[in-house]
């Protein structure tokens, strides 16, 4: 994936090992790099998707823009809910509003739209350069059960920013 210069106020947020959309060290990774903007409380992604990520010709699969606005829109709660970093998606509604190119430099955006403590409504979208936005999502994240998490605990090890590795 292709990046772009970001503002200085921006933050970057840790990626893992594996994970399809951030894993570092996945072979058929997507390797995108998510960002906090706290003062507009969002996560960004500027990102440009490359063609082998298509479903027709210059159109990025649907499955692809789905990967993205989940793992978006779920990450926005890592600017609230600090050491609690493994949310999972309970529910997902997907709005594809126009086709989302390949090769040109888009943004993604994730935010919370209303919080609890073991659940959470999140949104993302992605925008052309324009602002037009291609695709939408509204999601429900929950908190997986502590057998889950304690079963995810050595992962955290793994679990940083970029820079730092």
């Not at 010709?57 to 609230?80: F, N, Y």
């Not at 919080?115 to 999601?139: C, F, K, N, W, Y």
Request: aromatic share 8%; hydrophobic share 40%.
């Amino acid at each position: 994936m292709s990046h772009t210069t970001v503002p200085a106020h921006w933050h970057l947020q840790p990626t893992s090992r594996m994970c399809f959309v951030c894993g570092r060290e996945n072979p058929v990774g997507l390797h995108i790099q998510f960002y906090e903007d706290r003062e507009q409380q969002q996560v960004i992604v500027p990102i440009t998707i490359p063609d082998q990520y298509q479903g027709y010709p210059g159109i990025t699969h649907g499955g692809i823009i789905t990967a993205i606005l989940d793992e978006v829109s779920g990450r926005a709660l890592m600017m609230t809910k600090g050491e609690d970093l493994f949310w999972v998606t309970a529910k997902l509604e997907m709005r594809y509003r126009q086709p989302t190119p390949t090769g040109v430099p888009l943004t993604a955006v994730g935010w919370v739209v209303r919080q609890r403590s073991r659940a959470a409504e999140v949104a993302g979208e992605i925008r052309l350069p324009d602002g037009t936005v291609t695709a939408e999502v509204a999601a429900v994240v929950v908190c997986p059960p502590a057998e889950t998490l304690q079963s995810w605990e050595q992962e955290k090890d793994f679990w940083k920013v970029e820079q730092d590795i």
